[in-house]
Nanobody, 127 residues
Framework: QVQLVESGGGLVQAGGSLRLSCAAS????????MGWFRQGPGKEREFVAT?????????AYADSVKGRFTISRDNVQNSLYLQMNSLKPEDTAVYYC???????????????????WGQGTQVTVSS
């Protein structure tokens, strides 16, 4: 089992940047595929980015963030990151970190495939 705690959210102007972090506790962090999801006001939770296990050989992004966001992991620090650049007001949401045990070497983007979730961190982008 793994526990996840996000940090790094806040208020930023459009065009700005933020770096989200997700600290994982528990064993064998490297064995999990990891992902970032978000839920905007009045919207369902949606996929943002994901990275496969261990060295994170494969990554995938939602079309809406491709080229602006970068997901990365540090298995020594038991941490997951999301670098967000060129932020837009439509990026405003609560951002969640998630871990997946099953098939961690492949890319999966569905929320139901992820087993463990953090409590979320608010990102607000002003226009």
């Amino acid at each position: 089992q793994v526990q996840l705690v996000e940090s790094g959210g806040g208020l930023v102007q459009a065009g700005g940047s933020l770096r989200l972090s997700c600290a994982a506790s528990g064993r064998n962090f490297g064995r999990y595929a990891m992902g970032w999801f978000r839920q905007g006001p009045g919207k369902e939770r949606e996929f943002v980015a994901t990275i496969t296990w261990w060295s994170g050989e494969s990554t995938a992004y939602a079309d809406s963030v491709k080229g602006r966001f970068t997901i990365s992991r540090d298995n020594v620090q038991n941490s997951l990151y999301l670098q967000m650049n060129s932020l837009k007001p439509e990026d405003t949401a609560v951002y969640y970190c998630a871990a997946r045990r099953t098939d961690p070497s492949n890319i999966v983007v569905t929320t139901t495939a992820f087993d463990y979730w953090g409590q979320g961190t608010q990102v607000t982008v002003s226009s």
